[in-house]
Nanobody
């Protein structure tokens, strides 16, 4: 089993920044991509960003492009989501997820059903 623990959420004013972290522990895998998703009240869970195991392939939702940056430190088994210029519509519970046992170190996917492990989520609230 893999445990994913998110941290770094909180309350911030519009225009502010937060940095989310997701630390993986437990069973380790040689190749896994990491994604961030979010779910606002009354809405479906949506993709935010993903990063390959190699760290050099990323993808973002249109809502995140230019404001959010995903990165990872494989030595620490941790993925980060730097969120700048936050807006009230960014308010949601943010989840990290891992898709493991990949053949390619460059593989990424925005599809939540492909992910094998999920964290418990961290709340991000952006006030106007």
């Amino acid at each position: 089993q893999v445990q994913l623990v998110e941290s770094g959420g909180g309350l911030v004013q519009a225009g502010g920044s937060l940095r989310l972290s997701c630390a993986a522990s437990g069973r380790t895998f040689s190749r896994y991509c990491m994604g961030w998703f979010r779910q606002a009240p009354g809405k479906e869970r949506e993709f935010v960003a993903v990063i390959s195991y190699s760290g050099d392939t990323t993808a973002y939702a249109d809502s995140a492009k230019g404001r959010f940056t995903i990165s990872r430190d494989n030595a620490k088994n941790t993925v980060y989501l730097q969120m700048n210029s936050l807006k009230p519509e960014d308010t949601a519970v943010y989840y990290c997820a891992a898709k493991v046992n990949l053949r390619s170190i460059w593989y990424i996917t925005p599809r939540d059903y492909e992910y094998d492990y999920w964290g418990q989520g961290t709340q991000v609230t952006v006030s106007s």
